[in-house]
């Protein structure tokens, strides 16, 4: 992740230092760039990162991957698409040298 004096802790609540090692996004935003500038920009992704000078440096330089589940929506997925859901969460953590806890619920 960045730096604390990349200042984007502004937005968070608390005083103790962070240190994420990975974010496992469901649902949110997946092409922050995009979001910037142009036709599909969000003025909550431009204030979040409007006063960084290298803000498209920031939005695209992490390990990612993609799953999606054809027809999954947000959720009411099957047992088999769940197992493939976390089974490919923990394949990616591994890959990128994250230990991880993650137990699906059962």
Not at 5 to 20: D, H, W
Not at 77 to 85: L, V, Y
Request: proline content about 3%; aromatic content about 6%; hydrophobic content about 35%.
């Amino acid at each position: 992740m960045l730096q604390a004096s990349a200042g984007l802790e502004r937005q968070c609540p608390g005083t103790e230092e962070l240190k994420v090692a990975a974010i496992i996004n469901w649902y949110g935003i997946t092409d922050v760039n995009d979001l910037l500038d142009g036709a599909n920009m969000k003025t909550y992704a431009v204030q979040w990162l409007s006063s960084m000078q290298n803000r498209d440096e920031i939005a695209t330089g992490v390990p990612n991957q993609l799953l999606t589940i054809p027809g999954g929506k947000h959720g009411g997925f099957s047992r088999e698409e769940s197992s493939k859901i976390f089974a490919t969460i923990r394949e990616f953590l591994n890959k990128n040298g994250v230990t991880n806890n993650l137990q699906s619920s059962r």
